[in-house]
């Protein structure tokens, strides 16, 4: 058969580890053969971005905005013990959050449920899709360590000469402590309140948001305030036309009711409340290698990447030429993601259609008894029925489905 045949190239962000492996066997088996891929590489790879300071992660984002679509590969973010690993010259910050930043974008992760694979809250009958705002807090944290007595403040200095201070802490003890200062902008925390509705109207789900007003009076409470004001001004009658509600309620609660709930919805979460909230689903659905993830910004660009790590252990295995069996399925459904939206803004239908066979013969694959072991170990399905594949063998299984499909 022909080649797909691509208009405008996707924006390739690799990575590391155990992923960056997987990345080369899609791109391999299931890409290459049927598609005329055109993409524009970045290598994320942790020794790249120390050899260019970082500045391959900003270009990478850069030309996001430039193409409008971007698939990219887990990455490691950098600890301590990496930065001795790789002998870096610092301790660099999260790529992802790098990405975010420059993007002003929200991330949406759904979980990929397939028959045989039974959610650990039984009574999650639907997806639940987490919103995450993709900019601030933590990740973009100021920190200090104080190792002797003395005060701590939080000092703002306006541009028209106002001055607000706040003491932090009084460090009285010798040893002293440790603090950290976050932002947010509330022109970021307005566009994560429209996209986050916006998602909601076009996919005719309710939308819940929690944040932690009643401690955090000001930081918190401002999310809470914006989203309120947006949904007000702009939403609010478009909500009630699609029979769809906004509810906001404090993190606690909305956790209890998360677990309580029967799914299909969509969870609005601050940054950090969204990172944690998004491993916890996609394990109590399955797997950590079995949740969809794309950042989207205001201005529709879109950015389509696997919700978890570089699958650290796996890759040190691989090194020692050890057989391993990772579960590809969160990389191969960024790269459809990513062809399919490219497909639609380019109007090429085909590879639209590409995008929903490749995802049809990988759940496919899975639900014929077909998988990674990390599914092996959890399916419901007769256990005389499922076969246990290794990393490669998995991704020809499904490129044999695939083929077939085409």
Not at 209 to 215: L, Q
Not at 287 to 298: D, E, K
Not at 319 to 332: D, H, R
């Amino acid at each position: 058969m022909d080649k797909i045949q691509m208009k405008t190239p996707l924006v390739e962000m690799d990575g590391d580890e155990m992923t960056r492996i997987l990345w080369q066997y899609i791109k391999d088996e299931l890409l290459l053969p049927f598609i005329d891929l055109k993409t524009e590489y970045y290598d994320l790879g942790l020794k790249y971005r120390d050899e260019t300071n970082d500045q391959v992660t900003v270009d990478a984002a850069n030309a996001n905005k430039k193409y409008g679509v971007a698939v990219k590969c887990a990455t490691i973010t950098p600890n301590a013990a990496r930065v001795t690993e790789y002998n870096l010259k610092e301790m660099w910050k999260s790529p992802n959050g790098t990405i975010r930043a420059i993007l002003d974008g929200t991330v949406f992760r759904a979980p990929i449920m397939v028959k045989g694979i039974v959610p650990y809250i039984p009574t999650w009958t639907k997806p639940i899709t987490i919103a995450r705002h993709a900019y601030g807090d933590v990740y973009k944290g100021v920190e200090m360590k104080c190792f002797e007595p003395g005060t701590a403040k939080l000092v703002f200095d306006g541009v028209n000469g106002s001055h607000q201070e706040e003491v932090i802490m009084n460090f009285t003890e010798a040893e002293g402590g440790v603090v950290q200062g976050m932002h947010n902008r509330c022109n970021s925390i307005r566009s994560f309140a429209r996209s986050c509705f916006n998602y909601a109207l076009a996919t005719k789900q309710d939308i819940w948001f929690a944040t932690k007003d009643t401690i955090s009076k000001k930081y918190d409470h401002t999310f809470k305030d914006i989203f309120q004001d947006v949904y007000d001004t702009e939403y609010k009658e478009r909500f009630e036309a699609a029979g769809i509600t906004y509810f906001y309620t404090l993190i606690d609660d909305i956790v209890a009711r998360v677990v309580r709930s029967e799914g299909g919805f969509i969870w609005a979460c601050k940054n950090y409340d969204g990172d944690v909230m998004s491993d916890m689903l996609a394990t109590a659905f399955g797997s950590l290698a079995m949740m969809t993830s794309v950042l989207v910004s205001p201005d529709g660009n879109f950015e389509y990447e696997a919700a978890h790590g570089t699958v650290q252990r796996h890759y040190y295995a691989h090194l020692e030429g050890k057989e391993t069996s990772t579960n590809s399925v969160a990389t191969i459904f960024a790269w459809s993601g990513a062809l399919r939206k490219r497909g639609e803004l380019d109007g090429i239908q085909e590879l639209q259609d590409f995008a929903d066979k490749l995802e049809k013969a990988t759940i496919g694959t899975i639900e014929s008894g077909y998988m990674t072991k990390d599914l092996a170990l959890i399916t419901k399905m007769e256990k005389e029925k499922v076969h246990q594949l290794n990393s490669l063998d998995f991704i020809k299984t499904i490129r044999e489905n695939l083929a077939a499909m085409l």
